[in-house]
């Protein structure tokens, strides 16, 4: 990469003496192109972002976005790449002293793939299949939200935001989160709402669609406290593969027998659309540099992001909100045993360490 002219830069270095403050990372994405155009989303760079693992595949959710928000998304890069918390990584020069990464089978089969059929023309192959660019539409009232560089809790901007959005709510949430392990603080907010009559339908990963069993561990007990809301709705994905929005893949190279949710989104009253990187966990609220795009009252822009969460929510089993819920077993059908006996084994540690999920 260095050879190519990239630049890379390190964020947080600290050292492993430092506990709480190497938990703190950068978990913001964003793509800016002449400080004109961005992406962002949920997305990393990696072949099972991009629907090119054998095994297991996310469904993200980004918005492309174009005018003068962008500078400000621009100025916040600026501001972590310049930042005392990032360090320029030292490199090897010398000849014989180049450090080669191993890859993994799963990411070897992929580039290999790519390289059989030229990669140019696989790509095309693969952008046919997929759906068209949505309709653009115009936000005159957007917002853009991020945390500061830093680990110290006052530097979490987006979580204090996130909270007075909910609190805007009148009629409706709708939440996608891969992960959704709540504090208490979150589990009052949550109950606030049902209170007020807000209807919140909560779309996650089940035990078998999920990357990170520890989550669903975090998830497990509370189910009884969301069964109490009568206003909650609680939704598992069930691992299947979206072909109305992945396109119809035939080659084996890009088959995966697991997809789960990876988008970090809300739709308040469907009038507000929030896209971003915040996950409903505690490693959100108070460790991690976020970011939020908000747009409001552009009913066309909402409307779209509301047909995507119910194709999503259709792909789900209902786990609390209704006389009769799945539950727990809903929540962990179809994951392998050995998953299963995983997250059982780690319910108690995911309970005292929780404020690091």
Request: proline share 3%.
């Amino acid at each position: 990469m260095q050879d190519a002219g990239v630049e890379i830069r390190y964020y947080n270095t600290a050292g492993i003496q430092r506990f709480f403050a190497i938990q703190h990372r950068t978990h913001r994405k964003m793509l800016i192109v002449d400080n004109i155009t961005a992406i962002i989303g949920g997305r990393n760079i990696g072949d099972d972002y991009f629907d090119l693992s054998h095994h297991y595949n996310f469904i993200d959710s980004d918005i492309w976005v174009k005018g003068e928000i962008v500078h400000s998304i621009s100025k916040s890069f600026d501001l972590y790449w310049n930042s005392e918390w990032t360090e320029t990584p030292e490199y090897e020069d010398e000849p014989g002293n180049e450090e080669v990464l191993s890859q993994t089978e799963e990411s070897k089969d992929a580039v290999d793939w790519l390289k059989e059929k030229g990669v140019d023309e696989s790509l095309k192959k693969l952008l046919r299949k997929r759906p068209t660019l949505t309709s653009i539409h115009t936000c005159s009232d957007i917002q853009f939200i991020t945390d500061h560089p830093g680990s110290g809790v006052e530097k979490r901007v987006v979580y204090k935001a996130i909270v007075e959005l909910a609190k805007e709510a009148k009629q409706r949430i709708r939440i996608e989160s891969p992960y959704l392990v709540l504090r208490q603080d979150g589990l009052e907010d949550f109950r606030n709402l049902s209170n007020r009559g807000v209807s919140i339908n909560v779309l996650t990963n089940s035990l078998y669609s999920t990357d990170a069993y520890y989550t669903v561990a975090a998830l497990l007990p509370m189910l009884d406290d969301f069964q109490k809301l009568p206003a909650l709705n609680l939704y598992a994905y069930k691992g299947m593969e979206l072909k109305q929005q992945n396109g119809n893949y035939q080659d084996k190279a890009i088959s995966s027998t697991h997809w789960g949710v990876h988008a970090k989104r809300a739709i308040i009253d469907d009038q507000i659309l929030v896209v971003g990187t915040y996950n409903i966990d505690p490693r959100s609220a108070n460790l991690n540099s976020e970011l939020i795009l908000v747009c409001r009252g552009n009913t066309d822009l909402v409307g779209e992001a509301i047909s995507s969460f119910e194709l999503r929510k259709n792909g789900a089993q209902l786990i609390t909100g209704t006389p009769n819920p799945t539950g727990k077993q809903g929540l962990l059908a179809g994951a392998e045993k050995e998953k299963i006996w995983k997250t059982y084994g780690i319910m108690p540690f995911a309970r005292w360490f929780g404020f690091l999920l």
